[in-house]
Structures are given as structure tokens and as C-alpha cells.
């Protein structure tokens, strides 16, 4: 049985930094994708970092591109999304997601101009983030 746990959320002033972590039990899938989406009150979730766990390009959706990093230790099956230089409009609950196996779906993650959000079928319960100015 596939199990994800975020960890590493909380309140942060304007500018700071936070880094959640995701670890991942029970997931066989060697190549892939590990991703972290976010949900703000009153609007639909939208993906904001994805990674191939065997590497290749990476997914960052245009509001976060240059402020967050996603990254990936194997040894610890856990992925990470280090994110500086908050604003308010990154308060969301966020979740980490790892895709179904489907070996017929492997796109050059930095090509996308979105995550689709149906591609991933194990989910975290998500961990709030609170950015107050």
C-alpha cells in the first residue's frame, strides 16, 4: 500500500522560507513522477513542482519558478520543495502526489505549462502553508 506524509509546514512572514518533505512508503514505481501541488481557499488545486524520481527535467509552475526547488533523496524516499521568498498568495494547503504507473506517459516535465492533476493517483493529506505580511 502506497503512503505519503508531508512534513515541514507552518506560518512564515513575507520573504522567509520554508521546506516541506514528503515521504514516500510502499511506492515501487522507480521512474516516476513525485509532485507537489497546492489548493488555496476557494480556488483548484494547481501543481507547482514535479521531478522524475530516476532525474531528467524538472516542472515549476510560473508563479513559483526561482523561489522554489524541488529535489529528491532516494535513500530517504522523500522529496523535498525548499521554498524562499514567500508571499501571501502562496498560503495554500499543499500536497505531495506521485503518479500512477503508466509508462506510456513521459513528458519533458519542463515542457508542460501545467501538472495534470488526474496522472497522479497517491496523494498526502496535505500540510498548510500560512504566509502573513
Known amino acids: 500500500q502506497v503512503h505519503l506524509a508531508e512534513s515541514g509546514g507552518g506560518s512564515v512572514q513575507v520573504g522567509g522560507s520554508l521546506r516541506l518533505s514528503c515521504t514516500t512508503s510502499?511506492?515501487?514505481?522507480?521512474?516516476?513522477?513525485l509532485a507537489w501541488f497546492r489548493q488555496a481557499p476557494g480556488k483548484e488545486r494547481e501543481g507547482v513542482a514535479a521531478?522524475?524520481?530516476?532525474?531528467?527535467?524538472?516542472f515549476y509552475a510560473d508563479s513559483v519558478r526561482g523561489r522554489f526547488t524541488i529535489s529528491h533523496d532516494s535513500a530517504k524516499n522523500t522529496v523535498y520543495l525548499q521554498m524562499n521568498s514567500l508571499k501571501p498568495d502562496d498560503t495554500a494547503m499543499y500536497y505531495c502526489?506521485?503518479?500512477?504507473?503508466?509508462?506510456?506517459?513521459?513528458?519533458?516535465?519542463?515542457?508542460?505549462?501545467?501538472?495534470?492533476?488526474?496522472?497522479?493517483?497517491?496523494w498526502g493529506q496535505g500540510i498548510q502553508v500560512t504566509v502573513s505580511s
Open positions: 502526489a506521485a503518479e500512477t504507473e503508466d509508462l506510456r506517459w513521459r513528458p519533458i516535465l519542463g515542457q508542460l505549462s501545467r501538472l495534470p492533476e488526474e496522472r497522479f493517483g497517491y
Open positions: 510502499g511506492y515501487q514505481y522507480s521512474s516516476g513522477c
Open positions: 521531478l522524475y524520481i530516476n532525474g531528467g527535467s524538472l
